[in-house]
């Protein structure tokens, strides 16, 4: 009788063991909402309604229409990663808070993402950006900008998921 109580405990203990390490080894977030200035600032630099030739604040070569993902964790960075000529950018807490900014090519011209996340997992960062293209869009390739103000990652490199809602 003890050693089926036993091996009862066991198999629960076991059990609820791995379900931690499950939960612990992915981390999803979703982007923390940005103060008014931080807003704005992407509105003007960062647009998603203008096609590509406009984000050259960013992205420096207007014809460049390759796909691309910034991870920006330091004043330093952010300000090496924005070329226009602005003497103040916005205050962002980089002690814990990562930035990522990017563009991808899509198949129409509209700006409607409906939801963006990151999965941290143990060996690798996944943003997944989930978009689509309200009725009256227009056919064509256009560019998808974004932006997200994430807790603090400590990634070098991210993989991109474009989902098409």
Known sequence: M???????????????LGSCKTIASEEVFKPIIPNEDLIAFFEEHLPRLKPSIFLECFFFDKEDREDKCIIINSEDEFRKSFSCSLMILPAIDFDSHTLIIGQHQVPCICDYIVEQEIIV??????????????DGSYSGFGTLSYWGLYPKIQAKEISVNIINQ
Do not use: A, Y
């Open 2 to 16: 003890n050693i089926s109580k036993f091996i009862i405990v066991l198999l629960i203990f076991t059990g609820s």
């Open 121 to 134: 997992k143990s060996e690798e960062v996944i943003l997944n950006l989930r978009w689509g293209c309200p």
